[in-house]
C-alpha cells in the first residue's frame, strides 16, 4: 500500500471526447508524476508536476495536460481522445528535497478504453 | 540516449529455483536505478533501488539486485522462487535531478509448480 489514489478505476470514452483522471498524493509528498502503459509495455512518462508548475515532460501532444492543486492532488486531462490512448494511466508521487528527487511511488492506476 | 533493456520478455522457472532477471540500462549521468513488480491490473510496487553505496541492494520479497557500472547491468535476484511471485517485473533508471524514470519493456515471470 503506497498511500497514492487514483480515480476513477476504469472508464470507457469514446473517440473525440475529453477526459479527466484523478490522483491523490502519498502524505507530505511535494511532486506527481504521471505515466501512460500501453498493453504489453512499460511506463512512458507523460510529465510531472512540481509545486503546482510542469517540471518536465515526455513525449506527449499537447492535449495531454495536468494539475496539480494546492494539496498535493492531481489531475491528467487527455482532450481529443483517440483510440491509441486507451491504455492504464499511473500516477506516482515523490518528495523532492534539496533538489534531488526520491523514490517514486505509484496508485493502480485508471485503465481507459477509448472506442 | 537514455534507455533501458530488459533483453528476456517472458521468464518460466519452477517453484523453488532461483531467478536472475538481466536490465542493461543507457544513461548519461548517476543512474538511480529500480526495479518494480507490477501483478495482473495492478500498479507498480517497488522492490528495490539503488543511488549509492553498496552495489548490492536487498529488498523485499527476498530480492536483491547488483549494480555493475562496467557492464551498465543491474540484474535482479532471487534465491528461491514463490508461486506468489509470478508478475511483470520492470526494471527502470533515474537521476537525482531529473522529472522522468525510464522504464524497459517489463519481463514476465511465470511459476512452473
Known amino acids: 500500500e503506497t498511500g497514492v489514489t487514483q480515480s476513477p478505476t476504469h472508464l470507457i470514452k469514446t473517440r473525440g471526447q475529453q477526459v479527466t483522471l484523478r490522483c491523490s498524493s502519498q502524505s507530505g509528498h511535494n511532486t506527481v508524476s504521471w505515466y501512460q502503459q500501453a498493453l504489453g509495455q512499460g511506463p512512458q512518462f507523460i510529465f510531472q508536476y512540481y509545486r503546482e508548475e510542469e517540471n518536465g515532460r515526455g513525449n506527449f501532444p499537447p492535449r495531454f495536460s495536468g494539475l496539480q492543486f494546492p494539496n498535493y492532488s492531481s489531475e491528467l486531462n487527455v482532450n481529443a481522445l483517440e483510440l491509441d490512448d486507451s491504455a492504464l494511466y499511473l500516477c506516482?508521487?515523490?518528495?523532492?528535497?534539496?533538489?534531488?528527487?526520491?523514490?517514486?511511488?505509484f496508485g493502480p492506476g485508471t485503465r481507459l478504453l477509448v472506442l | 540516449a537514455q534507455s533501458v533493456t530488459q533483453p528476456d520478455i517472458h521468464i518460466t522457472v519452477s517453484e523453488g529455483a532461483s531467478l536472475e532477471l538481466r536490465c542493461n540500462y543507457s544513461?548519461?549521468?548517476?543512474?538511480?536505478l529500480f526495479w518494480y513488480v507490477q501483478s495482473p491490473g495492478q500498479g507498480l510496487q517497488l522492490l528495490l533501488k539503488y543511488f549509492s553505496g553498496d552495489t548490492l541492494v536487498q529488498g523485499i520479497k527476498g530480492f536483491e539486485a547488483e549494480f555493475k557500472r562496467s557492464q551498465s547491468s543491474f540484474n535482479l535476484r532471487k534465491p528461491s522462487v514463490h508461486w506468489s511471485d509470478a508478475a511483470e517485473y520492470f526494471c527502470?533508471?533515474?537521476?537525482?535531478?531529473?522529472?522522468?524514470?525510464?522504464f524497459g519493456s517489463g519481463t514476465r515471470l511465470s511459476i512452473r509448480p
Open positions: 544513461y548519461g549521468a548517476t543512474p538511480y
Open positions: 527502470a533508471v533515474g537521476g537525482s535531478s531529473a522529472s522522468k524514470i525510464i
Open positions: 506516482a508521487s515523490s518528495l523532492v528535497a534539496s533538489g534531488r528527487i526520491e523514490t517514486q511511488y
